[in-house]
């Protein structure tokens, strides 16, 4: 889906739009990204990073290094603390949580569930998509 759409964080010092492609979004269900979002997971997509583009606050980012956590990294709002879009370590694109975005970025549903295997107990996902143990390259959950 060809869009220019637009993202915020919830106090709105922090946005950006995004022109090309977007999508499809997948839910991590891994425990880091149900801390992070303090639900059952996190909706994300990848865009590229030539079609991504800050539009203000990108000084307000703060980043939060996990502990033992591999090198992974929150990026998130130093004002309102909403998770916030972050570049892959290549370089090449970025993660972006779908919550943030204002406008309509034309996909519909999940195109993947991943991390299922740690997913928490009490959510039980109600619809068709592929369910990954793990990453996309895991074995899946959805298929005895
Ligand atoms: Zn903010
Ligand atoms: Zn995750």
């Known amino acids: 889906m060809e869009a220019r759409v637009r993202g915020s964080c919830l106090c709105g010092e922090i946005r950006f739009e995004i022109d090309g492609k977007i999508g499809p979004v997948g839910q991590c269900h891994c425990s880091k990204c149900r801390k992070l ?73 999940y195109a993947a569930h991943i991390f299922v295997g740690s997913k928490a107990p009490w959510v039980c996902i109600a619809d068709e998509a592929p369910q990954f143990e793990a990453g996309l390259d895991s074995p899946r959950m959805d298929r005895a």
């Open 37 to 109: 979002s303090g639900t059952d997971g996190n909706a994300i997509f990848h865009a590229a990073a030539s079609s991504f583009r800050w539009m203000t606050g990108e000084q307000e980012i703060r980043r939060f290094t996990l502990p033992g956590g591999d090198g992974w990294v929150s990026h998130f709002c130093g004002q309102c603390g909403s998770p916030v879009p972050h570049r892959d370590h290549g370089g090449r694109f970025f993660y972006v949580p779908a919550g943030l975005l204002d406008d309509d970025p034309g996909f519909r549903g």
